[in-house]
């Protein structure tokens, strides 16, 4: 893989102590140290990591909570799964523990998961894909805009901006659209 520059760029995890989650074959590993981890072997830091993480996500709580035949002991394996599943050049878990969320995957349930948005960091529309914060004012759509504006802590005309990107990516005319969209995707 080259990064930016073209030079070689290692797979995070590969020879630090990053860790990149991925699936393979609808199982969920990660590379962290050199090796390479099934789930039920991931080193208990991870795991308690990733744990801290799904309790700053109260959506992502209440979808794995809702989630039909999923057993509680499945709960953050589906995390990672849905969160996390795409193998790319940027670290799940950085060097110093920090998480981020920088890959799209594509579990095969897009645009009919009745989980997206809420579990995974982006949605499919039929002109692209939503950003996290077009999820975040989708989410808020049935509210003013200075109100929306206000609790993500962005400008009026930020918001403007967003949901005109958000009406050309889903094909939709106006916030009344926008607001029946969310609901049927399960964001509202």
Sequence with gaps: MLNSSGHNKILPGLVDSAVEFFVDQHEVKCVHDGRTYSFENFPEWIIELVKED?????????????????????????????????????????????????????????????????????????????????????????????????????SCETVNSHIQNIMKKTGLAGKVELAIFATKKGMI
């Design 54 to 154: 799904m309790l700053q996500h109260p959506e992502a709580i209440k979808a794995l909570a809702s989630w039909e035949n999923l057993h509680e002991s499945e709960h953050v394996r589906q995390y990672i799964y849905c969160r996390f599943g795409g193998l790319d050049n940027d670290a799940d878990i950085d060097v110093d523990r920090g998480i981020h969320y920088a890959e799209y995957f594509d579990c095969g349930l897009r645009g009919s998961c009745k989980y997206e948005g809420k579990l995974c960091c982006s949605v499919q529309v039929s002109n692209g894909y939503l950003t996290k914060t077009e999820i975040e004012i989708l989410k808020r759509i049935s509210k003013a805009n200075k109100l929306i504006a206000d609790e993500l802590c962005i």
